[in-house]
């Protein structure tokens, strides 16, 4: 088919509109991974950055963003305390956010298509069984995949609360150790001191080896 040339025209316009439009995007999509654009731009919000930082944290954790990096930001702005709180709140927020746009978008789809497959009424059951529990130890570690976790447990009969609850407290840990790595990292790019930064790293360390480790050592008994 000949394309004429006023659809010439169209073609080059979309693509002359589409083209900026996308370098924007994902200009803007960068600064989620630059933790100094980041820092700086929580702080200049002033007395509004708790808020600015809690809603920053749920969309782009909501979107499915990784939140790690700006975990790292909450403890570089807010300190220890007050950075793990508004981390733990943003993403929180974040994950329920993921949760529910694939409850309402895709679970339906999702079990007319798949739900006869054996795998998945056991997986089905087992969160049935212990709701809480998976959620919780599903939070644990940095190995486990946060934001395709938030979207796959919206596909599953979980309900909000308990999904919710679980990612909260299964978070504290994680959240804590990104919190500290943000304060310690910020200080030794400043010329503070290194030590900090390597306890921080064993910490998340320790939490990446944890569930090896205790399934090493329930195998054992």
Known sequence: MQIRQSQKRW??????????????????????????????????????????????????????????????????????????????LGATFGAMGAFLIARSLLHNWFTRQFGHLTLLQHLNRAIADHPFTLVVASRFTPLSPFSLLNFLFGLTPIDLKTYAWGTFLGLIPLTFAYSWFGITGYSALHGGDRLPVVFALSLLTLLTLLPMLTKKSGSRE
């Open 11 to 88: 073609i080059w316009a979309a693509f002359g509109t589409a083209i900026p439009l996308a370098m924007y995007f994902f200009s803007q999509v960068l600064v989620l991974y630059n933790e100094a654009v980041l820092v700086d731009m929580v702080r200049q919000q002033g007395q509004y950055a708790p808020v600015f930082f809690v809603l920053l944290f749920a969309i782009a954790t909501s979107l499915g963003f990784p939140g790690n990096v700006i975990s790292m930001v909450g403890g570089a702005v807010f300190g220890l305390a007050w950075g793990t709180v508004w981390s733990l």
